[in-house]
């Protein structure tokens, strides 16, 4: 991976860069970054230009042998170690070293825009709990005590690094206190509130802005020949996530059935709420789109809630006269007219807070229906006028 083809501002590939020669490069980075961001391909980027035999000021030579080993992910040098869990393929005692081909492909199938929520599914084990285990941790720690293949560093890309199974992260510490000579960790997190705060203190940190919407407006146009004016709408609501941007740009079907799931539900809360008989819509409705979701597996489940969130966050600006500070698609914008009222500044914060709690239960393995249906009528009694 070059630097050129990093979706970061060039300020901060270059600050890399220094680092790297004025040999001040920390051998414990950290890299947070909200989600979607390009962290993965920065981190390969930067120990692609540690490693390269010819870089020049800007980049890596991209010729030479080393990078030629880069680009296919397959340098001896470079481990990478990222949540797994058994599989039906791998049965028991599975580490990230089981999964490096399917993880290598899954890489380049993404252009390097990966993200956790595809690898589960890719994983098969979508509702078990993946994580970098015990087994992980010896690897590295067995792996550090002997010389580099290659005489340069030793690199260790740790993807997900809030994923480390917290009985495996003291094996770890040592290691990454006390290194051995030329050796380079990456840890990359989206949530740093995840990361053991021994693990904080011990790395140097370095902050990944989310991607501008002119540079996801641009790729989405290269990656997918989509029109302008789909870029632009897509590249507004995204949020800084080139993961989100793609999925909107491939998948339409997944927003519409979303926005058309999220207006039953809200019309429904609102009358619910309200205390109208509504004759088109009733509980019904909303129980099949309950048993819909549930279908779907919890990591959807906890997408659908994240979306629920942000359409509630639309109405409360709507409601509050912050119109420009809406991201959402012109048929989200018509139901978020419509029910604008429901959220006030007074009731944002539970309503915001009963969500937050499902999310916490469905990673908890709570009843997915029970968890739903509490929340539905929870949501009608805090949006409740009186
Ligand atoms: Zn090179």
């Known amino acids: 991976m070059l630097?050129?083809?990093?979706?970061?501002?060039?300020?901060?590939?270059?600050?890399?860069?220094t680092l790297i020669k004025e040999n001040r490069i920390s051998h414990a980075q950290l890299y947070l970054s909200s989600a979607g961001a390009h962290s993965f391909a920065l981190a390969i980027a930067f120990a692609q230009y540690l490693s390269c035999?010819?870089?020049?000021?800007?980049?890596?030579?991209?010729?030479?042998?080393?990078?030629?080993?880069?680009?296919?992910?397959?340098?001896?040098?470079l481990?990478?170690?990222f949540p797994n869990c058994i599989t039906k393929n791998v049965k028991k005692?599975?580490?990230?070293?089981?999964?490096?081909?399917?993880?290598?492909?899954?890489?380049?199938?993404?252009?390097?825009?990966?993200?956790?929520?595809?690898?589960?599914?890719?994983?098969?084990?979508?509702?078990?709990?993946?994580?970098?285990?015990?087994?992980?941790?010896?690897?590295?720690?067995?792996?550090?005590?002997?010389?580099?293949?290659?005489?340069?560093?030793?690199?260790?890309?740790?993807?997900?690094?809030?994923?480390l199974y917290h009985a495996a992260a003291p094996k770890l510490l040592k290691t990454l206190e006390e290194p051995e000579n030329k050796t380079l960790f990456i840890l990359l997190t989206e949530?740093?509130?995840?990361?053991?705060?021994?693990?904080?203190?011990?790395?140097?940190?370095?902050?990944?802005?989310?991607?501008?919407?002119?540079?996801?407006?641009?790729?989405?146009?290269?990656?997918y020949n989509i029109s302008e004016t789909k870029a632009e709408d897509i590249a507004a609501i995204c949020e800084g996530n080139?993961?989100?941007?793609?999925?909107?740009?491939?998948?339409?079907?997944?927003?519409?059935?979303?926005?058309?799931?999220f207006e039953t539900l809200v019309k429904s809360i609102y009358s619910l709420s309200r205390k109208e008989s509504n004759e088109q819509i009733g509980y019904p409705d909303v129980?099949?789109?309950?048993?819909?979701?549930?279908?779907?597996?919890?990591?959807?489940?906890k997408n659908f809630l994240k979306y629920l969130i942000r359409g509630f966050r639309n109405m409360l600006m709507m409601s509050t006269d912050n119109e420009?500070?809406?991201?959402?698609?012109?048929?989200e914008k018509k139901i978020i007219q419509n029910y604008k009222d429901m959220v006030t500044l007074k009731n944002a914060n539970a309503i915001l807070n009963e969500c937050n709690s499902a999310i916490y239960h469905i990673e908890r393995n709570g009843n997915s229906g029970l968890v739903f249906t509490d929340l539905y009528l929870k949501l009608s009694q805090i949006v409740s006028p009186a």
């Open 3 to 17: 630097f050129k083809n990093v979706m970061v501002d060039d300020e901060l590939k270059m600050q890399l860069i």
């Open 53 to 77: 035999e010819n870089p020049n000021e800007t980049d890596s030579c991209g010729i030479c042998p080393t990078c030629q080993k880069f680009e296919k992910l397959a340098h001896p040098d």
């Open 79 to 81: 481990h990478l170690i």
């Open 93 to 163: 005692d599975p580490d990230s070293k089981q999964f490096a081909q399917q993880f290598r492909e899954f890489v380049f199938q993404n252009n390097y825009h990966i993200d956790i929520d595809d690898w589960l599914k890719e994983l098969d084990g979508e509702n078990k709990q993946a994580s970098i285990n015990i087994r992980d941790c010896s690897n590295i720690i067995n792996q550090n005590s002997i010389r580099s293949f290659e005489g340069g560093h030793k690199m260790y890309i740790i993807w997900c690094a809030d994923r």
């Open 191 to 223: 949530n740093s509130d995840k990361i053991l705060t021994t693990i904080l203190s011990r790395t140097q940190l370095v902050k990944i802005p989310q991607i501008k919407s002119d540079v996801i407006k641009k790729q989405l146009i290269e990656d």
């Open 242 to 261: 080139y993961h989100k941007a793609k999925t909107l740009a491939t998948e339409s079907t997944q927003l519409r059935e979303m926005v058309s799931q």
């Open 287 to 301: 129980k099949e789109i309950i048993n819909d979701i549930v279908a779907k597996g919890r990591e959807e489940q």
């Open 324 to 331: 420009n500070l809406i991201r959402a698609t012109a048929d």
